[in-house]
């Protein structure tokens, strides 16, 4: 059975690295037997879904026996309100993840070459792994996406750059003025995918959405997720804004019924829930003014994000911060699938959270 995988298979499929997912709760609770935990690893929303998510989904059970709609269509038609496009330009998927990969299914060819940063989200580099593409990894400068390097990577195989701004663990961004720069010299033949999964919780005065470039009628697409700050992680819904040509290329390679009925009701709720999306970036910005401080008196060095998690330097090993901290009930990120040795990602939480997380990173540094 080994030696026919190995003979039969498309041998992209050995290329690829496994995703290394935040511990789940239920998972800690089997192995330690710890049933008082707090997970903040995978930057889910502190305060859960949307109130009025919720309240659609449980009107809307009844119908499960029912297909959804295939086209997402009033979930289009809203999105395309929100943002001032036509509703051909939207697409929708079951998760930003699965965009990527719709993505790199319609425009990769094995050989092609696909640049992004390291370290940033690792579904980049599967994706393009999957199609054969190569990746082409440039180093981030200062914890930020070196937009230069990118420009000066740029040769006739490369078919799309991905910018992930924030960036996913840094929680830096790049600004207006550097976007506006790197896209004029970006050749109209490239795709440019933005993937603003963590746009929202952006404080900065100089963020700038990858929307400005799509309306201006260059080659790109800006992705983003309803599983941050509306809190719908579970349901698994991700929708994309780009020209329409674009999208409806991608759409010949998406499968039918990709996002569930009740993603698409729970979506359309969460859009309206103004109190909540509110409430969650108030609390974001709060925990995080609380954790710099805490940082800063236990003399830790950490990046400041535009994100909902910071990427904090514990100079000490990584892993063995995070199994301590796991002893504690307390789950973040390690550092370590990301290049960073001595650093580990931590989502904000509420206050409660925050203090627990900060009393047993105290404990486990014996500051």
């Known amino acids: ?25 239920e998972e800690v609770k089997r192995e330690l037997g710890i049933d008082d935990i707090i997970k903040l690893a995978s930057n889910e929303n502190p305060l859960g879904a949307s109130p009025q998510a919720i309240q659609a989904v449980k009107n809307s059970v009844h119908q499960m026996h029912l297909y959804p709609d295939s086209n997402c269509y009033y979930l289009k038609e809203r999105l395309a309100s929100i943002y001032d496009v036509d509703i051909t330009s939207i697409i929708v998927g079951n998760g930003s993840d699965e965009l990527l990969k719709l ?30 593409a190569e990746c082409v990894e440039i180093p981030l400068r200062n914890f930020i996406y070196d937009l230069d390097a990118i420009l000066n990577s740029i040769t006739d195989k490369t078919k799309m750059i991905i910018i992930c701004n924030p960036n996913n663990p840094t929680g830096t961004m790049v600004n207006a003025s550097q976007l506006d720069s790197f896209m004029a010299k970006v050749p109209d033949k490239v795709l440019v995918v933005f993937d603003e999964a963590y746009c929202e919780f952006a404080e900065s005065k100089d ?116 199994q301590s901290l796991l002893q504690l009930g307390i789950i973040i990120r390690s550092g370590s699938p990301f290049g960073y040795p001595t650093f580990i990602r931590v989502t904000v939480g509420t206050q409660a959270e925050n203090k627990r997380f900060i009393w047993g990173l105290q404990k486990v540094l014996a500051l």
């Not at 498309?10 to 496994?18: V, W």
């Not at 309306?215 to 800006?222: D, S």
């Not at 109190?275 to 710099?292: A, D, F």
Request: aromatic fraction near 14%.
């Open 103 to 132: 993505l790199a299914e319609t425009f990769l060819n094995r050989g092609d070459e696909i640049i992004y940063a390291k370290p940033s989200f690792s579904e980049y580099e599967f994706v393009a792994r999957i199609m054969g």
């Open 207 to 322: 963020y700038i959405s990858g929307l400005k470039y799509i309306k201006a009628g260059r080659n790109a697409v800006v992705l983003r997720t309803f599983s941050k700050i509306y809190g719908l992680a579970s349901l698994r819904v991700g929708y994309g804004i780009t020209k329409p040509a674009i999208a409806q290329a991608v759409e010949k390679v998406t499968e039918p019924f990709n996002v569930n009925s009740l993603a698409q009701v729970a979506a359309l709720a969460a859009l309206d829930d103004r109190e909540h999306y509110q409430n969650t970036w108030e609390g974001n910005s709060r925990g995080k003014k609380y954790l710099y401080s805490e940082f800063e008196k236990m003399g830790l060095n950490y990046v400041p994000t535009e994100a909902s998690f910071i990427f904090v330097d514990t100079a000490r090993d990584c892993q063995e911060v995070f």
């Open 1 to 25: 059975m080994e030696d026919f995988v190995k003979e039969q298979a498309r041998p992209e499929i050995f290329t690829l690295k496994p995703y290394i997912a935040g511990k789940p709760i």
